[in-house]
């Protein structure tokens, strides 16, 4: 009997004939002159969308409802999370101030003020010539304050007034300076008076606030933005080719806003409060900067997103051939520490905090990557092509 005779593996392009670009062959001068159409297309949507969002931020504002808008939105949540986090380091702080501090003052013995005060007459009121105690009690001493109240407040306890008594009578009450901050302090908190971000130039709050609608731009009008791009670069892609693409967008896309969504609800308030909990126990002021704030808002995120394409980069990897699952699991350790390291690189911190916050996540979908080349292992080339379908720009 005849030897069988080996079947020639079929070439993925072969079923293409060389005319499938016939009726988007272009010269260079074309294609430049194409791209050139396309992004001022793209330009216009984004510009669209822009005075769309400046515009309905105005509506907001002259109808008093903070909640119409969309650049304005968009910046109280990204500045959201360090106002939280820095009102609450503020009321930790007088609240221990408070218990250690002016519960001490209030029980100090008066005897002991007055005679720290005849010491500082004596010496030709230097404070110097105190200790620091002696300070302490002789600043948290209760001062006289002058108050007016209305007689007619007085009625439930002393009956009406008299027809000649005046409107007003002046009290001088004695209160605690430390007291008085204190509830200063507090009144602030709870009627959010107190700005917790700083401009350090008047041009500073507009600037951040055109970055933040040319981002709201872009995102709302990115659907019809990528579109121009996509078009331009599909022209020149097999029909298997556009299929990936698709095949992959939906993974991406979903994977991109999960690493958006953690990094600004969990990750930068947990940043936030750790790195202020090292202030607080050196002694610190924060004073964040809005700008340097908005690039960290923006950045992270945007870093958070892309890292979250692990999985999908795995599994590229793997259907290229160039890595296999065993590969995956064995060179596990290999694994960690460069993702490590990769996460200590792309992070715009320095601390470590947010370093652990994206390394951890990495590590999971790393994870998740090799569940999913498992799950879906490689087909032979001669099937895979076989199946192909052709799919349209």
């Given at each position: 009997m005849a030897p069988?005779?080996?079947?020639?593996?079929?070439?993925?392009?072969?079923?293409?004939?060389?005319?499938?670009f016939a009726d988007t062959r272009m010269s260079f001068g074309e294609h430049l002159e194409e791209l050139r159409q396309r992004m001022i297309t793209a330009l216009k949507w984004l510009i669209f969308f822009m005075v769309i969002g400046f515009v309905l931020d105005g509506i907001g504002s002259a109808v008093g409802n903070p909640r119409i808008g969309i650049g304005k939105p968009v910046m109280v949540a990204i500045t959201e999370p360090v106002k939280d986090q820095v009102n609450d380091f503020y009321n930790r702080r007088i609240e221990r101030a408070r218990s250690d501090k002016l519960e001490h003052l209030e029980r100090a013995d008066q005897a002991e003020i007055a005679r720290i005060r005849k010491k500082l007459e004596a010496n030709g009121h230097s404070l110097s010539s105190?200790?620091?105690?002696?300070?302490?009690?002789?600043?948290?001493?209760p001062e006289v304050m002058p108050a007016e109240v209305d007689v007619q407040e007085l009625t439930p306890a002393f009956g009406p007034p008299r027809p000649d008594a005046p409107s007003t009578i002046t009290l001088h009450l004695r209160v605690y300076p430390g007291f008085v901050n204190y509830l200063n302090e507090k009144g602030q908190s709870l009627l959010e008076t107190r700005q917790y971000l700083t401009t350090l130039s008047v041009q500073e709050g507009f600037v951040v606030y055109f970055k933040v609608q040319i981002l709201c731009g872009f995102v709302l009008g990115s659907p019809f933005i990528l579109y121009?791009?996509?078009?331009?670069?599909?022209?020149?892609?097999?029909?298997?080719?556009?299929?990936?693409?698709?095949?992959?967008?939906?993974?991406?896309?979903?994977?991109?806003?999960?690493?958006?969504?953690?990094?600004?609800?969990?990750?930068?308030?947990?940043?936030?409060?750790?790195?202020?909990?090292?202030?607080?126990?050196?002694?610190?002021?924060?004073?964040?900067?809005?700008?340097?704030?908005?690039?960290?808002?923006?950045?992270?995120?945007?870093?958070?997103?892309?890292?979250?394409?692990?999985?999908?980069?795995?599994?590229?990897?793997?259907?290229?051939?160039?890595?296999?699952?065993e590969d995956y699991l064995s060179k596990w350790r290999h694994a960690c520490m460069l993702l490590a390291v990769f996460a200590a690189m792309i992070t715009p911190t320095p601390d470590a905090v947010t370093m652990l916050y994206l390394f951890l996540p990495l590590f999971a979908l790393y994870l998740l990557g090799i569940v999913i080349c498992r799950l879906y292992p490689l087909e032979s080339d001669e099937e895979e092509w076989e199946e192909a379908e052709e799919v349209a720009v």
């Amino acid at each position: 009997m005849a030897p069988k005779k080996k079947r020639r593996k079929k070439n993925p392009y072969d079923e293409y004939p060389d005319d499938i670009f016939a009726d988007t062959r272009m010269s260079f001068g074309e294609h430049l002159e194409e791209l050139r159409q396309r992004m001022i297309t793209a330009l216009k949507w984004l510009i669209f969308f822009m005075v769309i969002g400046f515009v309905l931020d105005g509506i907001g504002s002259a109808v008093g409802n903070p909640r119409i808008g969309i650049g304005k939105p968009v910046m109280v949540a990204i500045t959201e999370p360090v106002k939280d986090q820095v009102n609450d380091f503020y009321n930790r702080r007088i609240e221990r101030a408070r218990s250690d501090k002016l519960e001490h003052l209030e029980r100090a013995d008066q005897a002991e003020i007055a005679r720290i005060r005849k010491k500082l007459e004596a010496n030709g009121h230097s404070l110097s010539s105190l200790s620091v105690e002696e300070r302490r009690l002789l600043l948290g001493a209760p001062e006289v304050m002058p108050a007016e109240v209305d007689v007619q407040e007085l009625t439930p306890a002393f009956g009406p007034p008299r027809p000649d008594a005046p409107s007003t009578i002046t009290l001088h009450l004695r209160v605690y300076p430390g007291f008085v901050n204190y509830l200063n302090e507090k009144g602030q908190s709870l009627l959010e008076t107190r700005q917790y971000l700083t401009t350090l130039s008047v041009q500073e709050g507009f600037v951040v606030y055109f970055k933040v609608q040319i981002l709201c731009g872009f995102v709302l009008g990115s659907p019809f933005i990528l579109y121009q791009f996509w078009a331009f670069v599909a022209a020149g892609l097999y029909p298997h080719e556009k299929r990936y693409v698709y095949w992959m967008l939906g993974p991406s896309v979903s994977l991109f806003l999960a690493g958006v969504l953690m990094c600004q609800f969990l990750v930068l308030p947990g940043a936030v409060k750790a790195l202020l909990i090292f202030n607080e126990w050196l002694g610190l002021d924060p004073d964040i900067r809005l700008s340097d704030w908005f690039s960290l808002a923006i950045i992270l995120p945007l870093v958070f997103g892309v890292s979250f394409q692990t999985p999908l980069v795995m599994v590229f990897l793997y259907r290229l051939g160039i890595f296999s699952v065993e590969d995956y699991l064995s060179k596990w350790r290999h694994a960690c520490m460069l993702l490590a390291v990769f996460a200590a690189m792309i992070t715009p911190t320095p601390d470590a905090v947010t370093m652990l916050y994206l390394f951890l996540p990495l590590f999971a979908l790393y994870l998740l990557g090799i569940v999913i080349c498992r799950l879906y292992p490689l087909e032979s080339d001669e099937e895979e092509w076989e199946e192909a379908e052709e799919v349209a720009v």
